[in-house]
């Protein structure tokens, strides 16, 4: 995690929850089409040129298939990682915040009206909550200067 803020780090979740959606839209549309083609007969004979696309849809819906699989390990091995990190604050406020905004997607103005708060408050609680978060793991937002210049000291 080189040269990131902790909020992008955050953010990766619903990025990889976003292209899995993606995927299985694109995996949907796929099987449709498939679904769709059906070998035309003429009289006795039939045409083979859908089945040669049919072969190729079959095969491209298994590659999707095994992404998606893929993709959502990744996600759900990242889901239980970014938790473990939010949990791992000192301060419930700041993890309810946390949890709420990067693992549950909502709005601050929603998280506002469920923990009771102004809207103005819990953005700046927010603010506080990813500056924490930055100190709790500063492996993971030291830029390479700073990381350069720790591995030179004694």
Known sequence: MT????????????????CI???????EALRAASESVSPVSDGERVQTSPRDRTIEDVARIVDLES???????????????????IQGLDNPVYMNILFKRYVEYKQLEEIAVEMNYSYRQVLR?????????????????MRRENRADIKESP
């Open 3 to 18: 040269d990131t803020t902790p909020k992008k780090y955050l953010q990766r979740l619903r990025l990889l929850d976003i």
């Open 67 to 85: 992404e998606i699989n893929k993709d959502i390990g990744q996600f759900l091995v990242t889901r239980n990682k970014i938790i473990n990190e």
């Open 125 to 141: 609680l927010h603010g506080y909550a990813l500056r924490e978060f930055g100190k709790h793991f500063p492996s993971y937002f």
């Open 21 to 27: 959606k993606q995927k299985e839209a694109e995996l």
